[in-house]
């Protein structure tokens, strides 16, 4: 069965840093985009970075300079580490693939003081 | 940055009635390959999102035929033939043709 499970979550003060980590199964990694989305608490979606086979990045422009997407083919996981965190970077990250056709179950990021 | 809007942002229907959601973008979402890159999302209450339809009008393995999409370009539509409990929740549209991937603000779907 194809999945990915988020990881990585929790509680930071605003200034701290945090990686999130995907692992996936029961497809192959390397040929695939595959993102972080997230989601404040009762608002909508937002892409917030994009990785391409492996190689090609791309961000929103607010974590643009805080936040690297980065991938282990060898270990089936993607990751992103989240540097100088603020408030509004906190909500539900999810790790999904391609143009959304899978999506984990999210892993929670809270940035308060 | 391409800007997705739905309409309307709420729709309240009737258990075996049709339901119709809007999206309509800033920018054309044909890319160069001819491709539309138009999708639209399911997210159920208290669940991740789902893949409905993928470029405009084909749905995902598993999509019930009562979902539909159609459009063109700018403008988009998603349609429910006859809305069941089960569809419950807020639907939204994608776009990845061009970085940033956008999505619209999401149209909750609730029963009346």
């Known amino acids: 069965e194809e999945e990915v499970v988020e990881s990585g979550g929790g509680l930071v003060q605003p200034g701290g840093s945090l990686r999130l980590s995907c692992v996936v199964s029961?497809?192959?990694?390397?040929?695939?985009?595959m993102s972080w989305v997230r989601q404040a608490p009762g608002t909508g979606l937002e892409w917030v970075a994009v990785?391409?086979?492996?190689?090609?990045?791309y961000y929103m422009d607010s974590v643009k300079g805080r936040f690297t997407i980065s991938a282990d083919s060898a270990k089936k996981s993607l990751f992103l580490q989240m540097n100088s965190l603020r408030v509004e970077d906190s909500g539900l990250y999810y790790c999904?693939?391609?143009?959304?056709?899978?999506w984990g179950q999210g892993t929670l990021v809270t940035v308060s003081s | 940055d391409r800007v997705m809007t739905q309409s309307p942002l709420s729709l309240p229907v009737t258990l075996g009635q049709s339901a119709s959601i809007s999206c309509k973008s800033s920018q054309s979402l044909v890319f160069r390959d001819g491709v539309t890159y138009l999708n639209w999302l399911q997210q159920r209450p208290g669940q991740s999102p789902r893949l409905l339809i993928y470029n405009v009008s084909n749905r995902d393995s598993g999509v019930p035929d009562r979902f539909s999409g159609s459009g063109s370009a700018t403008d988009f539509t998603l349609r429910i033939s006859s809305v069941e409990a089960d569809d419950v929740g807020v639907y939204y549209c994608l776009q990845t043709v061009g970085w940033p991937w956008t999505l619209g603000q999401g149209t909750k779907v609730e029963i009346k």
């Open positions: 999904v693939r391609e143009r959304g056709d899978l």
């Open positions: 990785i391409k086979r492996l190689s090609a990045t």
């Open positions: 029961g497809f192959s990694f390397n040929n695939h985009f």
